[in-house]
Nanobody
């Protein structure tokens, strides 16, 4: 069974950093476009960042310059380095893996940014 397991969520203060990890199993990881989505309470889910199998990266405007997505194909893991966190970054962050018509989701990691 395919699994995507997120880790690294926490409660932090504004300005601090966090690194989320998403470890995948039972997929040919290197083929997949990997992405991080987030959903805040009462809001729609939004794409935060994605990285293709070839390394092409996209970010939502609100995180450009603060967040970095990267992947380690040998470890079948994608990361989201989040710096200069803001209260508006508070959300449940989910990992997503897509290849052709197949996609998988992790259960999420909660990130809370508050004083």
């Amino acid at each position: 069974q395919v699994r995507l397991v997120e880790s690294g969520g926490a409660l932090v203060q504004p300005g601090e950093s966090l690194r989320l990890s998403c470890a995948a199993s039972r997929i040919i990881f290197r083929l997949y476009t990997m992405a991080w989505y987030r959903q805040a309470p009462g809001k729609q889910r939004e794409l935060v960042a994605d990285i293709s199998s070839g390394g092409t990266i996209n970010y939502v405007d609100s995180v450009k310059g603060r967040f970095t997505i990267f992947r380690d194909n040998d470890k079948a893991t994608v990361y989201l380095q989040m710096n200069s966190l803001k209260p508006k970054d508070t959300a449940d962050y989910h990992c997503n893996a897509v290849w052709e018509k197949v996609d998988y989701w992790g259960r999420g990691a909660q990130v809370t940014v508050a004083s």
